[in-house]
């Protein structure tokens, strides 16, 4: 493909992704200035390496592909000056769904999730709900949660570019999946009956 | 507080093996006792996702899953919830309405122009 076209087809994802790939970079740094440059780079970044994308994938995720890169050395750099060891959050872990024994408590207990993944994924409002329960997680929680199950980052990376111990690690993404889970059961999928 | 009686499986419980009659009552216990607790089983289910578990833990899951269909569930949810995460990022525009200026859009589209 030519420089031209290269633009001409650059300029087409301004319109056509430039939403998505803000929105996803504002809700990982949350500062509007920041996410604006973040995506810009993005699309910088596209154009220069726009030979190495073979269609094998969508416009959309090798764009999302490259941000993702770029949130991941955001944080890099971040963590290097923050403290990422948030143990406060949740401290009882959701004591009151199991009994003293350690058991669930029955009325407690994870209930049956319908519809299937792919089926939701086709609904914006479960894209809002999820966006809302990840905005009720601690910050510092939030990031490390993204990081390993929206960016696949794998665990000693984030280990390595937070510089937190493994075992902090793992408190933290256990404590974060129970808050999500328990937020889009009460939030979604008990609501879901009305939303089919 | 006096603890409550050891009661892996109150009537009910809607899994495999559950206390429907005297064999399956016994059984229950046992499992109960010899695999680790709900609320540890749910740590270590979240652990899974990070890092492979031992062979003697896997098993011990399964069997455990016999008389716990909730832990099951539970690890369900985990997968569920990744594989949704992991479309997030292509969802984003529908995730809010946050609205992006139109002179961010300039920008970005100028700063493609000078990029020749």
Known sequence: MTQDKVQLAAQRWVDDHGECLYRYALTRVRKPEVAEDMVQETFLAAVRGYEKFGGRSSERSWLCGILKNKIVDHFRKLGRETSFTDMEFFADECSEKFASTGFWNHDEGPKEWKPEPDEVMHRSEFWQTMSDCLSKLPQKVRDVFTMREMDDVPSKEICSILSISDSNLWVMLHRARMALRECLEINWFEQSTGKT | ?116
């Open chain 2, 1 to 116: 507080m006096p603890e409550e009686p050891y009661n892996p499986s109150p009537i009910g419980n809607p899994s495999v093996l559950a206390r429907r009659n005297w064999w399956q009552t016994k059984l229950v216990i046992f499992i109960g006792k010899h695999t680790p607790k709900c609320r540890e089983m749910v740590r270590i289910l979240s652990e899974s996702m990070d890092s492979p578990l031992p062979l003697t833990m896997r098993i011990k899951k399964r069997i455990h899953y016999l008389i716990c269909c909730w832990c099951q569930r539970y690890e369900e949810h985990l997968h569920y919830m990744r594989k949704t995460a992991r479309c997030f990022p292509e969802h984003a525009d529908e995730s809010s309405n946050v609205p992006v200026s139109g002179e961010a859009k300039e920008r970005w589209k100028q700063a493609l122009r000078s990029e020749r």
